[in-house]
């Protein structure tokens, strides 16, 4: 059979060879609504929790946005002029907006990403910074949270008389559930509080994975540096396939946050009986799959539907290579999954290491194969030695040996697709060796 999975702008199709057992697992999600305008319209005004949006501003004189950055498909140029428009009716004067880009700890956004976040006209109004995690003095430190996390948020945003998130909600390999409070940190903070909420600690603990909120620490560490960041307002949106809106969520942010993540849990969960031999997977195309990096996400969400000591294949364009300079460092050096995750264990956090201790952790429960273009073998370190030219190759690499009605389960749109196996399974019954 023929599939076709998100690849780059365009896709690609992948051949599945006859005598196994296939499941398609797409990217379930309720319809787009009929209005998406009025939609977002009528969030902002009627909120979940709090008053509406140019009540709340009325009084205010300045106010800071934070928004994704282009590795997420966030329906900025919808969400974002209804917005805008509501804060310069209360009386927010245009020099007393500042749209915040939320980098986290990657690189800024260049002129032609930050015009496709936001909208040539948007772009060129008003005021646009993205977060520069290491950049000295442009983070306010706010203490430290229960926890002893440092929290060093964006000066522009701490400042700012009202403090605004605009985001979209999906499954997140660490925190659950990305938006919220994921726009102020990582997204605005400081390299010292990036380090410290992506420390082994939070990283290996079991619920800090796709789909989970509750009993996730590192989602309880988020909420309390919102709060202390004093994160008054949030507007998240849930997507359908083709990027349309299919739910809106304003107001307060816990509140519409937690709103949000229970309407993704009832229209997009998917369940399959039982956990695959095989998962074939991408990074969801453009924008996600422009780097390795990002690439992993698809990769973790694969760990919920694949049979412990199964197989995982990834398919993602890569186009923009592996990522940072530091990931690229580790991933290069990388020789196997255990010693990286034991030399890392208790030292010093180092910048991007998480996404790798992420993939670690799920290259020891299966074994992982690669067709990444954008990526050459050496770039991949021990991993490069199941990375393959030619999507056919790594295809049929993956299925080599596995018994005639093998299950294979086929994720088109990786990370981007909400699944479970219902039956379970002890996640580390059956490590794979290195």
């Not at 420390?199 to 009993?215: D, I, K, N, Q």
Request: hydrophobic share 45%; proline share 5%; aromatic share 6%.
């Amino acid at each position: 059979m023929k599939k076709r999975f998100a690849f780059g702008r365009s896709g690609i199709e992948v051949s599945i060879p006859e005598g196994f057992s296939v499941i398609e697992l797409g990217h379930r999600s309720a319809v787009a609504l009929a209005d998406e305008t009025a939609a977002v319209e009528g969030a902002l005004d009627a909120p979940l929790g709090c008053t509406a949006l140019a009540e709340m501003a009325k009084g205010r004189r300045t106010a800071a946005i934070s928004v994704c950055d282009i590795t997420r498909p966030a329906p900025n140029r919808m969400t974002l002029p209804p917005l805008l428009e509501r804060l310069e009716r209360a009386g927010i004067e245009r020099d007393g907006i500042t749209i915040l880009i939320a980098t986290g700890v990657h690189r800024v956004a260049t002129p032609e990403e930050v015009e496709l976040i936001l909208g040539a006209e948007i772009a060129g109004s008003y005021r646009v910074i993205s977060n520069d995690a290491r950049a000295p003095g442009q983070h306010r430190s706010l203490g430290t949270t229960s926890r002893g996390t440092p929290v060093h948020i964006h000066e522009r945003f701490v400042s700012a008389d009202l403090r605004i998130t605009l985001g979209f909600i999906e499954q997140h390999l660490m925190a659950g559930f990305s938006g919220g409070r994921k726009l102020v940190a990582p997204g605005l903070a400081g390299e010292a509080t990036i380090k410290s909420i992506h420390a082994p600690r939070f990283m290996r603990e079991p619920l800090a994975t796709e789909g989970s909120v509750v009993g996730n620490p590192l989602h309880a560490e988020l909420l309390e540096i919102a709060r202390m960041a004093r994160h008054d307002f949030m507007l998240d949106v849930t997507l359908t396939r083709e990027r349309r809106i299919s739910g809106v969520f304003a107001g307060e942010p816990v509140t519409a946050h937690a709103a949000g993540v229970r309407f993704l849990e009832t229209t997009s969960l998917q369940r399959t009986e039982r956990r695959a031999d095989l998962v074939i997977t991408s990074a969801a195309g453009f924008p996600l799959d422009l780097t390795f990096y990002q690439t992993v996400k698809g990769i973790t969400a694969a760990r919920h539907l694949v049979k412990p000591g199964g197989r995982i294949l990834a398919i993602s364009e890569c186009g923009e290579g592996v990522g940072s300079p530091e990931f690229a460092r580790w991933l290069r050096a990388l020789r196997s999954c255990e010693g990286f995750l034991a030399e890392i264990a208790d030292a010093p956090v180092e910048v991007d290491q998480w996404q790798l201790e992420k993939l670690a952790m799920t290259g020891k429960l299966a074994q992982l194969s690669f067709y990444t273009p954008g990526v050459k073998r050496e770039e991949l370190g021990f991993l490069g030695e199941r990375a393959y030219a030619t999507v056919d190759e790594a295809v049929a690499a993956a299925v080599e040996g596995l018994p005639r009605g093998a299950e294979i389960a086929l994720v088109p749109e990786g990370p981007y697709t909400f699944a479970r196996a219902c039956e379970l399974v002890e996640a580390d019954a059956v490590p794979v060796a290195d």
